[in-house]
């Protein structure tokens, strides 16, 4: 799905089809999603050396300090961990644009490649970014709104 089609359908999206998913993660990130962004749906191409395979995910944008926003890919798959990235808030498209591009590439072990920082994301508008387990809820959601505080 290219991006303006994924745009497109975030402006057909209702918060509750988020609840189908039946993910404490999703819910979570939905009634914290800032009300001037929509959540971006996107399918999560997981390459590897032998295997590829689609997965749903979503991008939520969550406003944060001055001019930052928190960027969260949350996969349905409660078996992939969370990434999150900050970013400025001037150029906030096309920095969302290659996040978005950047998931959705076959490049193989991409989410270990973020995870160590082998990526090579526009660090002018990204200012940091990193991956967060799924541990257990709580520490979750106390993971998240420190992100968010800070």
């Not at 962004?37 to 995910?57: F, L």
């Not at 989410?111 to 002018?124: A, P, Y």
Request: hydrophobic share 30%; proline share 2%; charged share 30%.
């Amino acid at each position: 799905m290219s991006f303006s089609q994924a745009l497109s359908q975030a402006q057909k999206m209702d918060p509750e089809e988020f609840k189908k998913y039946k993910s404490k993660f999703i819910d979570y990130l939905a009634d914290v999603q800032s009300k001037e962004y929509k959540v971006i749906p996107c399918v999560e191409n997981m390459s590897h050396s032998n295997s590829m395979t689609m997965e749903y995910a979503f991008i939520f944008s969550i406003k944060c300090g001055s001019d930052r926003v928190l960027i969260v890919h949350e996969n349905v798959n409660p078996d992939r961990s969370t990434l999150l990235f900050y970013v400025r808030e001037e150029g906030f498209m096309g920095t969302l644009r290659s996040i978005y591009d950047i998931l959705q590439s076959s490049e193989t072990n991409k989410r270990s490649s973020l995870r160590s920082k082998d990526i090579d994301i526009d660090k002018s508008k990204i200012t940091m970014y990193k991956s967060l387990n799924h541990d257990d809820s709580y520490s979750w959601k106390a993971s998240i709104q420190r992100y968010l505080r800070q």
